[in-house]
C-alpha cells in the first residue's frame, strides 16, 4: 500500500523543505494542480531530479489534448500523470497510448463521477488506476460520501484504486478497511508544524495494518 503525498497549494520552497523531511516515508510525490499551474513543468522536472527514485505522479487533471498533456508530463519525468473520468473517451485512449509507448501510466480521476457505469466504459478503454476523490469543495458541501466512493470500484476488484480527499489520522483506520492500494495524503502531512513525524505516523499506521489484516475484497 503507498502512502502518496499530495503537494499543493505550496510555494516551491515549501515543497522541495517537505520532501526533504518526508521522502524517507513516502512512497508516491504527487506534484499538485496548484503547483504545476504556478510553476509549470520545470518543478516537476526538479523534483524528479532530485528524487529520482521516488515514483512521480503530475496531478494534470488532464480533460482535453490528451496526447499533448500526457507527453508533457512525462517529458519533464513523471512517471504518472491524471485525466478526468469525464474526458471524452478519445482523451483516454490518446493518453494510454502515450503512456504505453514512454513507459508511463495514467491514472484516471474519478472526480464527479456518481455512475458505475462509467467505470465499466474505462475499463472497457484499457483504464487500470481510477483515483477515488473526494473533492474539496465537496467536502464542505457534503454533498458526497466516502461510502458512495467505494461503491463505484465494489465490482472492480482487478483495478488499482487511489483515495483522496481530506484523509487524516482519525479517518485513515476506516479507510484502510477498504483495501485500497494507494493513499493520497495532502494537509495531514504539509500543513503540519512536523511534517516529519506526521508522515511516519500516517504511514506507520498503513505498516501496522497491513502486517496484521488481510485486505478486504471490495
Not at 38 to 67: F, H, N, Q, S, W
Not at 118 to 131: A, K, P
Not at 150 to 174: M, Q, R, T, W, Y
Request: overall charge negative; aromatic content about 4%; charged content about 30%.
Amino acid at each position: 500500500m503507498n502512502l502518496q503525498l499530495a503537494l499543493d497549494r505550496l510555494t516551491r520552497e515549501e515543497c522541495f523543505h517537505i520532501l526533504d523531511e518526508t521522502a524517507s516515508t513516502i512512497d508516491w510525490i504527487e506534484v499538485g494542480t496548484g503547483v504545476i499551474k504556478e510553476y509549470g513543468m520545470a518543478v516537476v522536472r526538479e523534483i524528479k531530479d532530485r528524487y529520482p527514485d521516488k515514483t512521480l505522479v503530475a496531478d494534470m487533471k488532464t480533460c482535453d489534448a490528451g496526447k499533448h498533456e500526457a507527453a508533457q508530463a512525462f517529458r519533464a519525468g513523471a512517471d504518472m500523470t491524471t485525466v478526468m473520468a469525464f474526458s471524452a473517451d478519445q482523451t483516454i485512449v490518446d493518453t494510454l497510448k502515450v503512456a504505453e509507448e514512454t513507459g508511463g501510466r495514467i491514472m484516471i480521476d474519478l472526480l464527479g463521477v456518481t455512475d458505475p457505469g462509467r467505470i465499466e466504459e474505462l475499463t472497457g478503454l484499457g483504464v487500470d488506476l481510477v483515483s477515488l476523490h473526494f473533492g474539496k469543495d465537496m467536502q464542505q458541501t457534503g454533498d458526497m460520501k466516502k461510502e458512495d466512493l467505494f461503491s463505484l470500484v465494489k465490482e472492480h476488484p482487478d483495478l488499482e484504486v487511489a483515495i483522496a480527499g481530506g484523509i487524516n489520522a482519525d479517518s485513515l483506520p476506516g479507510i484502510l478497511k477498504e483495501g485500497l492500494d494507494t493513499i493520497i495524503v495532502g494537509s495531514a502531512i504539509t500543513k503540519q508544524s512536523n511534517t516529519k513525524k506526521a508522515a511516519e505516523s500516517l504511514k506507520g499506521a498503513m505498516n501496522d495494518y497491513e502486517n496484521h489484516h488481510q485486505y478486504s475484497q471490495r
